[in-house]
């Protein structure tokens, strides 16, 4: 989850920064203003990231194509795959360009979380179905961990306007496990593909019987987004201004502040 600078207050913002970018945007998109106004009020960061969420479509289309072919003509399979880690790349440039260019939208930041979940959450979910996780179990724990990544990009959304900035807008920290850390599934997955082990090989085998019959390696899904909120301490001497939540970060409760560079992790 690339971070653009979105939200960035008057004193973090950028030297020469246009402050009217948010309101232009607003205007084009609030009247009618002839043919194509939606495309004209997208910035080139907001294309940027446009491009993830087509990756992440794609990679979900090539899944339902493995699905309807062979079980051995791994194709497919292989391009689904590949598609997740362009859409990786489309997530860290469009915060840059946006930073380059000065130019920071709240339409931006809705449209990478919305991408973020197609390339990071959709596309992984129905990439795992195609191989074999298919019971109703394996399906049950699919859909948490796409739910899971819906809930945790919506309170990035929300809370990102208090997080500290840096000098670029950027966030210094983010709250629990960022979406995109899912590629490391992929990559297990990619694994399991190049060795055959997928359908009936899955690594792990099932266990149960009947409507609890499931594959174990599914809780694999389960703990990445959903189990994983870590109740980690906040000691930087920067802390996030707003009542209850200051006092919380001030005695080391703050839930998941994870320290890590937000340009890695989080959305525009």
């Known amino acids: 989850m690339s971070r653009r600078p979105g939200m960035v207050s008057e004193k973090n913002a950028a030297p020469n920064a246009p402050n009217n970018s948010q309101d232009k945007q607003k205007m084009l998109l ?8 939606m495309i004209r009020a997208l910035h080139l960061a907001d294309l940027i990231t446009e491009l993830n969420g087509f990756c992440g479509f794609m990679s979900i289309l090539c899944s ?3 699905c309807l072919g062979p079980p051995d003509a791994f194709g497919n399979a292989w391009a689904a795959l590949s598609f997740m880690p362009f859409g990786l790349f489309f997530d860290f440039m ?12 709240l339409m931006g930041q809705e449209l990478d979380s919305l991408a973020d979940l197609i390339s990071f959450g959709v596309a992984p979910a129905s990439m795992a179905f195609a191989l074999g996780l298919r019971t ?3 399906t ?3 859909s948490f961990f796409v739910l899971c990544g819906l809930t945790r990009l919506a309170r990035f959304n929300v809370t990102v306007s208090s997080l500290p900035k840096d000098a670029t807008g950027k966030s210094k920290y983010f709250e629990g496990t960022p979406i995109p850390t899912t590629l490391t599934i992929a990559l297990g997955m990619a694994i399991c593909v190049g060795q055959g082990r997928v359908l009936d090989k899955i690594p792990g085998g099932v266990v149960g019987q009947g409507p609890f019959e499931m594959h174990p390696v599914a809780v694999i ?3 990445n987004l959903g189990v994983y909120d870590d109740e980690s301490e906040y000691q930087d001497s920067e802390v996030v201004k707003g ?3 200051d006092e919380k970060l ?7 502040l994870e320290r890590c560079e937000a340009g890695v992790s989080v959305n525009e």
């Open 250 to 256: 001030r005695s080391g409760q703050g839930r998941g």
């Open 243 to 245: 009542g209850v939540r």
């Open 136 to 138: 109703p179990l394996d």
């Open 64 to 66: 339902m194509r493995y």
């Open 30 to 37: 609030a009247a009618d203003a002839g043919h194509f106004s």
């Open 221 to 223: 899904f389960a703990v």
């Open 94 to 105: 469009d915060g840059k360009v946006a930073r380059w260019r000065h130019k920071s939208s």
């Open 140 to 142: 049950l724990i699919l």
